[in-house]
């Protein structure tokens, strides 16, 4: 439940007060909701070493100084990575004000870990210090590359979905793993083409990788409904065949309707169809912290607040339904 004025619910339910997320930060104690550290690759991802954040959304530029000024109630946030990958300035003030007073989630879009070029190891190196200094709940990126022979793309890129593939996606995520000292979430993108060469389907593809690497999930139930329509499958048979121990995290987002496609655009609210959806992913997976997506015609925090608000209501229900269905 929201309270105003200071960090909500889930934070409490975590054992936690304002005062001591400072004390931590200040003193070099991990907070409650920083995932463990990972000792190289002999550890096994384990869902409960991760925090129940509860509900949350995306921190954007337009609502800096809402959040930080107001201290709007909200489970936790989640920050581009890169955005706070810098030496210092306006970015790393905004983040230290936001950590302060909220769980904070880092979502990479750079790490590009399905390309054939070698891992970047300057970049890994910057993305540790500032996981080291942030203390996030976790680390995210995406399944996908964003460039290759050292141009990029500028986009999240879908993989062939082969055995070779994952073989050499998931020893990369492995090496990721071991840098960052921790695991990490990979997430699902959305997709407008496809290989010849696949094999698999996108949902064994994603399963093969995350078994193999021993990394976690995070699962966005938009880019599942959107895929799902731009290649005719049916996104019940994906959620349906993610395994629920890796599943660590939702993501929530608008898409753009183009009548023979969709676009992943997070300019719109929610769509009807992937509330449903992810009514359907709650009640495989429970109650997962979930995120609200909003990148382009970023509106007012109250709204997407109450997007964040709606995703408590329709968790809540789909966890009461199954409930009652069980005990009939
Ligand atoms: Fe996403």
Same mark, same amino acid.
């Given at each position: 439940?929201?309270?105003?004025g200071?960090?909500?619910?889930?934070?409490e339910?975590? /054992?936690?007060?304002?005062?001591?997320?400072?004390?931590?930060? !200040?003193? %070099?104690?991990p907070?409650?909701?920083?995932?463990?550290?990972?000792?190289?690759?002999?550890?096994?991802?384990?869902?409960?070493?991760?925090?129940p954040? %509860?509900?949350?959304?995306g921190?954007?530029r337009?609502?800096?100084?809402h959040?930080?000024? @107001?201290h709007?109630?909200?489970?936790?946030f989640? =920050?581009?990575?890169?955005?706070?990958?810098?030496?210092?300035?306006?970015p790393l003030?905004?983040l230290?004000?936001?950590?302060?007073?909220?769980?904070?989630?880092?979502? /990479?879009?750079?790490?590009?870990?399905?390309?054939?070029?070698?891992?970047?190891r300057?970049?890994?190196?910057?993305?540790?210090?500032? +996981?080291?200094?942030?203390?996030?709940a976790?680390?995210?990126?995406?399944?996908?590359?964003?460039?290759?022979?050292?141009?990029?793309?500028?986009?999240?890129?879908?993989?062939?979905?082969?055995?070779?593939a994952?073989?050499?996606? +998931?020893?990369?995520i492995? @090496?990721?793993q071991?840098?960052?000292?921790?695991?990490?979430l990979?997430?699902?993108?959305?997709?407008?083409? +496809?290989?010849?060469?696949?094999?698999?389907?996108?949902w $064994?593809?994603?399963?093969?990788?995350a078994? $193999? +690497?021993?990394?976690?999930?995070?699962?966005d139930?938009?880019n599942?409904?959107?895929?799902?329509?731009?290649?005719?499958?049916d996104?019940?048979?994906? =959620?349906?065949? =993610?395994?629920?121990?890796?599943?660590? @995290?939702?993501h929530?987002? /608008?898409?753009?309707?183009?009548?023979?496609?969709?676009l992943?655009t997070?300019?719109?609210p929610?769509?009807?169809?992937?509330w449903?959806?992810?009514?359907h992913?709650v009640?495989?997976?429970g109650?997962?912290?979930t995120?609200?997506?909003?990148d382009?015609?970023?509106?007012?925090?109250?709204?997407l607040?109450?997007?964040?608000a709606?995703?408590?209501?329709?968790?809540d229900?789909?966890?009461?339904?199954?409930?009652?269905? !069980? !005990?009939?």
């Amino acid at each position: 439940m929201y309270r105003q004025g200071r960090p909500s619910g889930r934070g409490e339910e975590l /054992g936690l007060c304002h005062k001591r997320r400072r004390e931590g930060h !200040a003193h %070099g104690t991990p907070p409650p909701w920083a995932t463990p550290f990972r000792r190289f690759s002999s550890s096994t991802m384990n869902r409960s070493d991760f925090a129940p954040l %509860g509900f949350g959304v995306g921190l954007r530029r337009p609502h800096y100084v809402h959040i930080l000024e @107001q201290h709007p109630p909200m489970d936790w946030f989640e =920050v581009i990575s890169e955005n706070f990958m810098v030496e210092g300035g306006r970015p790393l003030e905004v983040l230290e004000g936001v950590r302060a007073h909220y769980p904070v989630v880092m979502h /990479g879009v750079s790490l590009s870990i399905g390309s054939s070029d070698p891992l970047n190891r300057a970049y890994l190196d910057t993305l540790r210090a500032a +996981a080291r200094r942030f203390e996030p709940a976790w680390v995210s990126d995406h399944l996908c590359w964003t460039g290759v022979g050292g141009h990029n793309l500028h986009d999240l890129l879908p993989l062939p979905y082969t055995e070779e593939a994952v073989r050499h996606v +998931a020893g990369r995520i492995r @090496q990721v793993q071991d840098i960052l000292e921790r695991t990490i979430l990979i997430e699902n993108v959305s997709s407008y083409m +496809a290989f010849r060469s696949s094999r698999l389907e996108e949902w $064994e593809f994603l399963t093969a990788v995350a078994e $193999e +690497a021993d990394c976690a999930i995070l699962l966005d139930i938009n880019n599942i409904f959107v895929s799902a329509f731009n290649h005719r499958f049916d996104p019940l048979r994906y =959620v349906d065949a =993610v395994p629920v121990e890796r599943v660590v @995290q939702f993501h929530l987002a /608008g898409h753009s309707d183009h009548g023979s496609y969709l676009l992943d655009t997070h300019d719109h609210p929610i769509r009807a169809e992937v509330w449903a959806l992810y009514e359907h992913a709650v009640r495989r997976f429970g109650r997962v912290p979930t995120l609200i997506e909003w990148d382009d015609n970023i509106p007012d925090f109250e709204v997407l607040a109450a997007a964040a608000a709606e995703a408590r209501r329709r968790c809540d229900l789909a966890l009461d339904s199954k409930r009652l269905h !069980a !005990a009939e």
